[in-house]
């Protein structure tokens, strides 16, 4: 009997520092949030990194992600479940986020999925381990935070292996682009429908984690190519591991360089290529982290140079 009453009293211990951590994200109290975790926390987070270690550094990063929904950010758990023995303890929950002002200052919530260590120090629980994750789409390697306990089965309004906005290229032989997509950029899981005609009505093909999608010239419908236009108004842009690389790569396939890669005042490593369909594509690497009064000052010199 006096082990259960023990149990239940760290488990309810444990319950109250969960209830304080979210009371203070939802104040973005980081004072009270640095309260709640041990000095050697090693923090999985969803968000910017794989691993965080030291309550001053996941500090740092909390302070960088509160900023970022100025609006304020509010937790829920769900399935909620607390277990506690000696000095040790762990909660497991379902976790909703939303928060206001996030991105285009519109409000945004999601589910994830939270596992948190808890260790006994001085006669006081604190987080010694927190763990936040989100399923993921194997195909196109894009996280599922549109994902709820609460919906109902059926298809996703968005396709898990699609972005909010694609890219869809009309091309003079959509169907060789096909293949010099795949041998240019790594492109891959390409789908295709042909129409009565034999030639490419719709095609999809992913490059990295995002869909471009494809369909042949066809006046008719007034889908016309860079080709008949005499030029394109529109680049796609390419991140990718290392921008020189692939810009040989892509001229290697029969891309023509527009403008070979250099360092740029923004921060990427960045050229310019134009495939053989009409299309500009730009490739970039980001190398370097540069902040908005030291951008607009290089942006000035650059175009004074």
Same mark, same amino acid.
């Given at each position: 009997?006096?082990?259960?009453?023990?149990?239940?009293?760290?488990?309810?211990?444990?319950?109250?520092?969960?209830?304080?951590?979210?009371?203070?994200?939802?104040?973005?109290?980081?004072?009270?949030?640095?309260?709640?975790?041990?000095?050697?926390?090693?923090?999985?987070?969803?968000?910017?990194?794989?691993?965080?270690?030291?309550?001053?550094?996941?500090?740092?990063?909390?302070?960088?992600?509160?900023?970022?929904?100025?609006?304020? $950010?509010?937790?829920?758990?769900? %399935?909620?479940?607390?277990?506690?023995?000696?000095?040790?303890?762990?909660?497991?929950?379902?976790?909703?986020?939303?928060?206001?002002?996030?991105?285009?200052?519109?409000?945004?919530?999601?589910?994830?999925?939270?596992?948190?260590?808890?260790?006994?120090?001085?006669?006081?629980? $604190?987080?010694?381990?927190?763990?936040?994750?989100?399923?993921?789409?194997?195909?196109?390697?894009?996280?599922?935070?549109?994902?709820?306990?609460?919906?109902?089965?059926?298809?996703?309004?968005?396709? $898990?292996?699609?972005?909010?906005?694609?890219?869809?290229? $009309?091309?003079? %032989?959509?169907?060789?682009?096909i293949d010099f997509y795949q041998r240019a950029f790594g492109a891959h899981g390409a789908v295709r429908l042909d129409g009565p005609d034999g030639k490419l009505a719709h095609g999809c093909l992913w490059i990295g984690g995002s869909a471009v999608m494809l369909t042949e010239e066809a006046p008719a419908r007034q889908a016309s190519s860079p080709v008949t236009l005499g030029g394109t108004p529109v680049f796609l842009h390419l991140y990718v591991a290392d921008a020189d690389a692939a810009f040989e790569r892509a001229i290697q396939a029969g891309a023509t360089a527009v403008m070979?890669?250099?360092?740029?005042?923004?921060?990427?490593?960045?050229?310019?290529?134009?495939?053989?369909?009409?299309?500009?594509?730009?490739?970039?690497?980001?190398?370097?982290?540069?902040?908005?009064?030291?951008?607009?000052?290089?942006?000035?010199?650059?175009?004074?140079?």
């Amino acid at each position: 009997m006096e082990s259960k009453e023990k149990a239940h009293d760290a488990q309810t211990a444990i319950r109250q520092v969960l209830d304080e951590w979210v009371a203070a994200v939802g104040r973005q109290d980081l004072e009270a949030l640095a309260a709640c975790y041990a000095q050697d926390v090693v923090a999985y987070d969803a968000i910017m990194a794989l691993r965080f270690e030291g309550r001053d550094r996941y500090l740092a990063h909390w302070k960088t992600c509160l900023q970022m929904c100025p609006g304020g $950010v509010r937790f829920t758990f769900r %399935d909620l479940d607390i277990q506690a023995a000696d000095d040790l303890g762990y909660a497991h929950a379902l976790l909703a986020c939303e928060a206001d002002g996030c991105g285009d200052g519109g409000g945004n919530s999601a589910w994830s999925r939270m596992t948190t260590g808890f260790r006994r120090e001085a006669g006081r629980w $604190v987080i010694a381990h927190e763990h936040f994750s989100f399923p993921f789409d194997p195909k196109s390697g894009k996280a599922l935070m549109g994902l709820s306990p609460d919906a109902a089965a059926g298809p996703s309004p968005v396709p $898990v292996d699609m972005h909010a906005v694609t890219p869809h290229l $009309v091309c003079r %032989d959509a169907a060789g682009a096909i293949d010099f997509y795949q041998r240019a950029f790594g492109a891959h899981g390409a789908v295709r429908l042909d129409g009565p005609d034999g030639k490419l009505a719709h095609g999809c093909l992913w490059i990295g984690g995002s869909a471009v999608m494809l369909t042949e010239e066809a006046p008719a419908r007034q889908a016309s190519s860079p080709v008949t236009l005499g030029g394109t108004p529109v680049f796609l842009h390419l991140y990718v591991a290392d921008a020189d690389a692939a810009f040989e790569r892509a001229i290697q396939a029969g891309a023509t360089a527009v403008m070979p890669p250099a360092d740029m005042f923004w921060g990427d490593r960045y050229g310019v290529v134009q495939d053989p369909y009409g299309h500009r594509w730009s490739i970039a690497t980001h190398v370097r982290d540069v902040g908005p009064e030291e951008m607009r000052a290089a942006m000035t010199q650059f175009a004074g140079a």
